[in-house]
């Protein structure tokens, strides 16, 4: 059993709608949460950073931890097709070394 | 501009070479990571060093070599040890523990 998991999708929405994407984790040590966005052949890049359960907001995106339930979700809100990319979440304990989910590929359509 | 820069974008390697990835960072970031990235796998730690002259293996560090002269460089050498290195390899570094900030990538194929 993976570390992390995530579903690879992909995941076509139309543009306005809402993206709910999730991971589920083992490792109860985990402390701190992330979302990267990742364009096509492009590096990572951070778009949400969280620690502990409950909800952050941060523009049209919103993370989610349930840490009771090893299980963590970003959604997007009126999606635009500048959205389109690859999803990946990443967890860590109180050190150096990141997990990561596989990745859940996007699309939203015009 | 500050930033991380990885170079050559496209790498092709023929069988039994060793080629060597470089990863150059001006945000003064002490620590810095090498990830490999495989279709459907995520990324997968291969090195991680937190300061000068210092590094830890990852998960999938056989067949990888690294050095850290310098806080602004960490070049990852893939050596013929290396059976299926054909993969997108991304360079990170990092303030301490936190904000992991990624370079553009190497996608390395073998010939």
């Known amino acids: 059993q993976k570390e992390v998991e995530q579903d690879p999708g992909p995941l076509s929405v139309p543009e306005g709608a809402i993206v709910s994407l999730n991971c589920t984790y083992s490792n109860s040590a985990f402390q701190y949460f992330m979302w990267y966005r990742q364009y096509s052949r492009k590096g990572p890049e951070l778009l949400m950073y969280t620690y502990s359960s409950g909800n952050k907001e941060d523009g049209r995106f919103t993370a989610q931890v349930d840490k009771s339930s090893k299980y963590i979700s970003l959604f997007i809100r009126d999606s635009q097709p500048s959205d389109s990319a690859t999803y990946l979440c990443?967890?860590?304990?109180?050190?150096?070394?990141?997990?990561f989910g596989a990745g859940t590929t996007v699309t939203v359509r015009a | 501009d500050g930033g991380i820069t990885q170079s050559p974008k496209y790498l092709f390697r023929k069988e039994g070479q060793n080629v060597t990835l470089s990863c150059e960072q001006n945000?003064?970031?002490?620590?810095m990571y090498w990830y490999r990235q495989d279709p459907g796998q995520g990324l997968r730690l291969i090195y991680y060093s937190q300061i000068v002259n210092d590094f830890q293996k990852g998960d999938i560090a056989e067949g990888y070599s690294v050095s850290r002269e310098k806080k602004e460089s960490f070049p990852l050498t893939v050596t013929s040890a290396q059976k299926n290195p054909t993969a997108f390899y991304l360079c990170a570094s990092s303030i301490d523990y936190n904000e992991q900030f990624f370079g553009p990538g190497t996608r390395l194929t073998v010939l």
């Open positions: 945000l003064n970031h002490d620590a």
């Open positions: 990443a967890m860590r304990e109180n050190d150096y070394k990141l997990s």
